[in-house]
């Protein structure tokens, strides 16, 4: 059991991700919010629906905002026009009045504003671009004053950040990202017994566990390619995009198949272990540069792509990284576990055949 402590710590990782990644609820947040524009100088009401929301608990203490983000030569500056009212329908439904002010401080004619509603017992919610104000004639010095935002009610719980579009999907980091970290994890491990099979010779046994943990880093591959399908038919509406990465990715996989389909082709043992440790190390480069490099050139919905920013505060809080590093390495230790007891069955093999 001492030797075997890293398999009980995945065992254990994977068990906690799967309980605690799932179970954990989502912060309150805003699903729909109606009507979508107005005219600047008009009295609106703007009708809200929740998602874990709790707005019967404390109506008459709820909150809300527009805010219009104005950029000048000392960067971003806040427009906000407090809801003169509030009335609450049901837990998951509010409407908020509106006076907006006859000029918006811009020279633009149309103007979209964020949406914040703030509630004692859910804490603060934000939707960007939720309403777009029209103003027939422009004059920002006649906006008038910005209202204030003070005392949100942001207290900590443990609970998953609410981010639209993603909605419960966002719980699919703790698979599709993590299987690819523990896919790149084994790939390498793969590489380091190519290595150490050309550098010492013919060793049967560096072989076999470059052919084990190669295998399995495909079989994450893969599984990271099927559940990042499956997300995109949640957030993009189709299960295959043609987006780059999507691209890419998949051509690094069949890459990877390649590597197999080579070692077939050979009879020789010891000519097959060779040149496939070689072709290894080419398939791991071209690895990086489908992944990580391509679509960074282009335009990606992936996030990290294409200067769509990723594993920052908009796609990971601390609340999520408490549950998606520790994912991380309880894959890498799944998937070793994996690889461990393939090149174990492979040494059998070599010793029958010896």
């Known amino acids: 059991m001492k030797d075997n402590w890293w398999k009980a710590l995945g065992v254990i990782i994977i068990i906690y991700t799967f309980v605690v990644g799932l ?3 989502l912060k309150h947040g805003i699903t729909d919010v109606s009507p979508t524009s107005a005219a600047a100088g008009e009295t609106v009401t703007v009708d809200v629906v929740g998602y874990n929301s709790t707005y019967t608990q404390a109506p008459t203490e709820l909150r809300a905002w527009l805010r219009m983000d104005l950029e000048n030569s000392v960067g ?3 427009f906000l026009v407090q809801a003169q009212s509030a009335q609450v329908t049901d837990d998951r439904n509010a409407s908020f009045t509106f006076n907006l002010p006859d000029y918006l401080p811009t020279t633009d004619t149309i103007k979209d504003f964020t949406l914040i509603v703030d509630s004692p017992t859910d804490g603060t919610a934000v939707i960007p671009s939720a309403l777009f104000v029209k103003q027939a004639s422009v004059n920002p010095a006649l906006a008038g004053k910005s209202a204030e935002m003070t005392d949100l009610h942001n207290e900590w719980r443990f609970a998953f950040p609410y981010r639209t579009i993603l909605y419960e999907t966002i719980r699919n980091t703790y698979f599709h990202v993590a299987l690819w970290f523990a896919m790149l994890f084994l790939f390498m491990r ?5 290595y150490r099979y050309l550098r010492k010779g013919y060793d049967p046994l560096d072989d076999a566990k470059a052919v084990s943990f190669t295998a399995v880093g495909l079989l994450m591959g893969i599984l990271g390619l099927v559940t990042g399908a499956i997300w995109a038919k949640y957030t993009w509406g189709s299960y295959w995009s ?3 990465k999507q691209i890419t990715t998949a051509i690094a996989l069949l890459i990877y198949l390649a590597y197999f389909v080579l070692r077939d082709a050979f009879e020789d043992e010891e000519r097959r272990s060779r040149i496939s440790a070689v072709f290894s190390v080419f398939a ?3 690895l ?3 992944i990580y490099v391509v679509p960074r050139l282009t335009a990606s919905l992936h996030p990290g792509n294409g200067g769509n920013p990723a594993l920052g505060s908009d796609d990971l809080d601390n609340t999520m990284r408490m549950v998606f590093y520790p994912c991380i390495i309880g894959w890498c ?4 576990w994996m690889a461990n007891i393939m090149w174990r069955m492979l040494a059998l093999e070599l010793r029958e055949e010896a």
């Open 190 to 194: 793969g590489i380091y017994f190519s």
């Open 288 to 290: 990086l540069a489908l």
């Open 76 to 78: 971003v500056e806040e």
């Open 333 to 336: 230790l799944m998937g070793a």
């Open 242 to 244: 043609n987006d780059v």
């Open 284 to 286: 791991f480069v071209a």
């Open 23 to 25: 179970g954990a609820p």
